[in-house]
């Protein structure tokens, strides 16, 4: 029986993450705002990232900081802000003591099949505005996914 060397877990391509971008930028300049948007596969490695013209030079590391987090963590920022960290103290403070975790709204978990491909994340405007771009980044890459199925 022959063995598989290497197994490489499914992740966002490259092509699907620029395109799910193209759907948040869209949503972005929709809302008027300013902001950047990171795409990660499951780790938190950038795969995409896009900054608006008008947004910080910083913006970036937010959106990575959040996309990597949701990654990570398999969920939105918000949802285990709220599930876990509101109620956890002592896990609150482990978690924001590392400055590579981004914890606020604009993150999202990409999932496909029930596993994490990878992770979105946006920064620059208020955090509902930033969970408004993610949310149409992801959806984008949803729906990727489904038409390729």
């Known amino acids: 029986m022959a063995t598989d060397a290497l197994h490489r877990p499914a992740q966002v391509s490259y092509h699907a993450a620029h395109e799910a971008v193209a759907a948040g930028l869209a949503e972005c300049a929709r809302i008027g705002m300013n902001c950047a948007i990171a795409v990660t596969d499951p780790s938190g ?38 599930r876990r960290l509101l109620t956890d103290e ?43 771009v993610a949310r149409a980044t992801m959806e984008r890459f949803e729906a990727i996914v489904t038409e390729n199925q």
């Open 90 to 132: 002592v896990l609150y403070r482990a978690l924001t003591a590392d400055d590579e975790t981004f914890l606020v709204p604009g993150g999202f978990a990409l999932v496909v099949d029930g596993e994490v491909v990878g992770g979105v994340g946006v920064s620059g405007g208020l955090h509902a505005d930033d969970a408004k």
């Open 45 to 82: 490695e950038m795969i995409a990232v896009a900054r608006t013209d008008g947004a910080s030079g910083n913006t970036y590391r937010g959106a990575l900081g959040k996309a990597k987090t949701a990654a990570v963590l398999g969920c939105s920022t918000a949802e285990y802000l709220e």
